[in-house]
C-alpha cells in the first residue's frame, strides 16, 4: 500500500472517463452556445473520444490527456476574452477493466432491454 511519503512515485489512473461543463461567467449574453462549439472544436483536434450532450460532455482517455485537455478548453476560452470560468468535473476511473462511456451506457440498455421481454 502507497504511503503519503511515497507520493512521488505515484501514477495518475491509465485511464478515465470525465464527465465536464465550463460554464464561462460574464458573457454579454445568456447563450454560450458559441462558447460550447470552441471547446467542441478543441476536443475534436485532440484525439480523445468524447460525446457532448445538453449539460455538458463526456471525454475519455488517459487521466494526463483528460485533465489537459480541460484546461486547454479554459485556456482557449480565456483567450477569446472570458475572464471566468467555472468548471463542474465528475471523472471515473478504475483498474480493474478497461471501459469507456459507451461502454457503461451500453451496459445499462442492456438490461433495459431485458426488461421488454
Not at 452556445?33 to 449539460?55: C, D, P, T, W
Not at 487521466?63 to 470560468?85: E, K, P, S, Y
Request: net charge neutral.
Amino acid at each position: 500500500m502507497a504511503s503519503t511519503s511515497d507520493l512521488a512515485d505515484l501514477k495518475t489512473p491509465p485511464a478515465c472517463v470525465a464527465d465536464f461543463c465550463l460554464i464561462p461567467l460574464g458573457t454579454p449574453t445568456a447563450s454560450v452556445s458559441k462558447e460550447v462549439a470552441e471547446v467542441q472544436r478543441l476536443l475534436k483536434k485532440s484525439g480523445l473520444n468524447y460525446s457532448m450532450h445538453s449539460a455538458g460532455t463526456t471525454v475519455e482517455g488517459s487521466w494526463d490527456d483528460v485533465m489537459r485537455v480541460i484546461g486547454l478548453c479554459h485556456a482557449l476560452l480565456h483567450q477569446n476574452g472570458i475572464v471566468r470560468i467555472q468548471s463542474d468535473i465528475r471523472v471515473g476511473s478504475r483498474t480493474d477493466k478497461k471501459q469507456g462511456f459507451k461502454d457503461k451506457v451500453e451496459a445499462v440498455e442492456k438490461l433495459l432491454k431485458e426488461d421488454e421481454k
